[in-house]
């Protein structure tokens, strides 16, 4: 009875052994599935396990980092990105998106205007201001504020300036009479507002029984 006892024992113990690593195994391609989450660029909130695209603006989600592993960055640069050729178009969204007419527009992101690539700050030196601190915007940045940028250039003013007016009378020359009883006024003397009139010209006529009383 002894020996069978401890036959049994190890045989439990060989049998959970077994389950443990059985487990084990299957924990690490579920562990590394898991940590695969998908982002949309353009509203950070709407995040997946697997490929897709954004209910919202219908964008394609890109591979996020898994959770604690930092902010998530591609491995390696786009190909496309890459062998573009300084100064071309191309699209924040999809850089493999290139192309040298700065009118065209990205088919992937319905139609998103394509920006221009920006030039490498050892290829274009700039010249400091004093007091002044240059500021650097990403083209993604720029295409989500809608900014726009022109060069400066001289030019001569036009001679007039037209614009949006509106003709109000001046605060100081407005009074404002109001009756110190109950009453209703009866018929007004003055055709409309902001019409000019002289001292003693009756405005109104006023009627009330603490008029008529008086």
């Known amino acids: 009875m002894g020996a069978l006892r401890w ?4 045989l439990m113990a060989v049998a959970a052994l077994g389950a443990w690593i059985s487990f084990a195994a299957d924990l690490q391609p579920r562990h590394a ?14 995040v997946q396990g697997g490929p897709g695209a954004c209910p919202i603006c219908g ?3 890109v ?3 898994a959770p604690g592993a930092g902010t998530a960055a591609p491995a390696t640069a786009p190909p496309a990105q890459a062998a573009a050729p300084a100064g071309a178009s191309w699209c924040p969204m999809h850089p493999e998106v ?5 009118e065209a527009r990205c088919e992937k992101c319905g139609g998103m205007k394509l920006v221009r690539r920006d030039v490498p700050a050892a290829a274009s030196p700039r010249l400091g201001v004093p ?5 650097d915007i990403s083209a993604e940045r720029t295409q989500l504020m809608g900014m726009r940028t022109a060069p400066v250039r001289r030019t ?3 001679p007039e300036l037209r ?3 509106f003709v109000t009378v001046a605060d100081s020359a407005v009074s404002v009479v109001s009756a110190r009883t109950n009453g209703w006024i009866e018929e007004v003397r003055v055709a409309g507002t902001g019409e000019r009139v002289r001292k003693g010209e009756v405005l109104a006529t006023l009627s009330g029984p603490d008029v008529q009383t008086a």
Request: glycine share 4%; charged share 15%; aromatic share 2%.
């Open 59 to 61: 964008m394609d989600l």
């Open 7 to 10: 036959a049994l024992v190890a």
């Open 63 to 65: 591979l996020a980092a």
């Open 33 to 46: 599935a898991a940590a695969e989450l998908y982002r949309c660029p353009m509203h950070p909130a709407v």
């Open 163 to 165: 614009a949006v007016g």
């Open 98 to 102: 290139t192309s040298d007419d700065p």
């Open 131 to 135: 007091g002044l601190a240059p500021v």
């Open 156 to 158: 001569r003013l036009a």
